[in-house]
């Protein structure tokens, strides 16, 4: 399940949920652009009145021009993705998507780097320390 706001109601979980993972399915298996490859979903955030959607995604790759060429490619195919998605799901109002790209993965990769790194050197000065007693 992602993880959501404490602001939206629990029905509004419930339909981002959904969202999520129909849009999923829907990229894998209904979208042919090239531009767009092996692509995850991993959070989406509705507007209370489920009129907007931020489609948060990551990709295998996440190389600067292959998520801009992604980024395009479901850019334009957003759509296309609303009317697939409006035949799925029966909700009255169906939210414009709007994609963007997640960097949290790459963050945290990032950050747990930065901890290995300081560990790695908290390691050898305690050894030098203790060598110099």
Known sequence: MAKHSKS???RGLRVADQIQKDLSELIAFELKD??????TISEVKLTPDYAHAKIY???????PEE?????EGLTKA???LRN??????HIHTLPQLHF??????SRGLAMSALIDQANATRA??????????
Do not use: A, N, W
């Not at 995604?57 to 190389?63: G, P, Q």
């Open 8 to 10: 939206i109601p629990q």
């Open 34 to 39: 090239p531009r767009v490859g092996m692509v």
């Open 57 to 63: 995604f990551t990709l295998l790759k996440d190389s």
């Open 67 to 71: 998520i801009k060429q992604t980024l």
């Open 78 to 80: 957003s759509g296309y």
């Open 84 to 89: 697939l998605l409006g035949k799925r799901l």
């Open 100 to 105: 963007v790209h997640d960097t949290s993965t």
């Open 124 to 133: 050898k000065d305690d050894d030098e320390d203790s060598d110099s007693e």
